[in-house]
C-alpha cells in the first residue's frame, strides 16, 4: 500500500488551528497598539482575527492570557535576534531593526507597559520582572567588556543597563508618536556616544583618552 501524498487529517486541523492562534494575536496586537487593553475586548479582538468567540477562547481562555501571549511574542522576536554573548553596542544598534521588521510588536509592548505601571494591573508585575532581567542581562554585557579589557572599570554596569534601556524604550514611545523620526540616525549615533564613553582608557571626568600607565594628577 502506497502512502498518502497530503498531509493526514490530525496534522490538518493541527495547522489550521495554529493559523487561527496567530491571527488571533496578531488581531491582539493591532487593536492594542490602537486601543490599549482597557478599551478592547475579546469580541473586537475575535472580530478582527474572523473567528467566533468560541474558537477565541478555545486558544485564549481569558483576556489576561491573551496579553500574556501577545507579552511572549514581543519577547519571542527579541530572544530570537538579540546575540547575548555577542557585542552589547552593535546589538543595541540592531534594535533599530525591530521597528521596520516587528511595528506591531513595537506599539503593542509600549501601550502595555504605560497601561500596566499601577502595581494591580493585569501585567505589572511580569513587567517588572521583565525590566529587572533586562538590567541584569545588559548589566552582565557590560561586566564582560569590563573583564576583557574593552571597556572602563570604572563604569557602573547596572546603571549604564538602566540608561540604554531608557533610551530604548523612549525612542519606541518617540517613534510612535512620529515615525518619521530618522531610526537608524539616532541609534547610530546613540552606539557612536557609548562606544567612546565605554572605551578603556578614557577619562571618567571628561572623556580624555590616557595613555596607558598615566593616571590624572589629582588637585
Known amino acids: 500500500m502506497s502512502a498518502a501524498s497530503g498531509p493526514r487529517p490530525y496534522e490538518s486541523l493541527l495547522a489550521k488551528g495554529e493559523d487561527r492562534k496567530q491571527r488571533i494575536l496578531a488581531a491582539a496586537e ?21 473567528v467566533s468567540a468560541a474558537g477565541l477562547l478555545h486558544h485564549f481562555e481569558s483576556k489576561e492570557q491573551l496579553l500574556h501571549a501577545v507579552l511572549d ?15 552589547l553596542i552593535a546589538n543595541i544598534g540592531r534594535v533599530a531593526e525591530r521597528f521596520d521588521r516587528a511595528p506591531e510588536l513595537v506599539g503593542t509592548f509600549t501601550v502595555l507597559l504605560v497601561e500596566n505601571i499601577q502595581p494591580d494591573a493585569p501585567l505589572h508585575d511580569r513587567l517588572v520582572a521583565r525590566q529587572q532581567a533586562a538590567v541584569g542581562i545588559v548589566a552582565d554585557a557590560i561586566r564582560r567588556g569590563q573583564l576583557s579589557g574593552r571597556y572602563r572599570s570604572d563604569l557602573d554596569p547596572a546603571a549604564k543597563a538602566v ?42 571626568a571628561n572623556g580624555e583618552s590616557l595613555k596607558p600607565g598615566t593616571e590624572r594628577n589629582s588637585i
Open 163 to 204: 540608561e540604554i534601556l531608557a533610551f530604548v524604550n523612549g525612542m519606541e514611545t518617540a517613534w510612535l508618536l512620529d515615525p518619521s523620526i530618522p531610526l537608524a540616525a539616532v541609534f547610530k549615533g546613540y552606539t557612536e556616544s557609548l562606544a567612546r564613553d565605554f572605551a578603556a582608557g578614557r577619562s571618567a
Open 73 to 87: 511574542a514581543r519577547d519571542f522576536d527579541d530572544d530570537t535576534h538579540a546575540d547575548r554573548g555577542g557585542d
Open 30 to 50: 493591532n487593536l492594542l497598539a490602537r486601543n490599549g487593553w482597557r478599551n478592547t475586548s475579546l469580541a473586537q479582538i475575535a472580530r478582527e482575527a474572523g
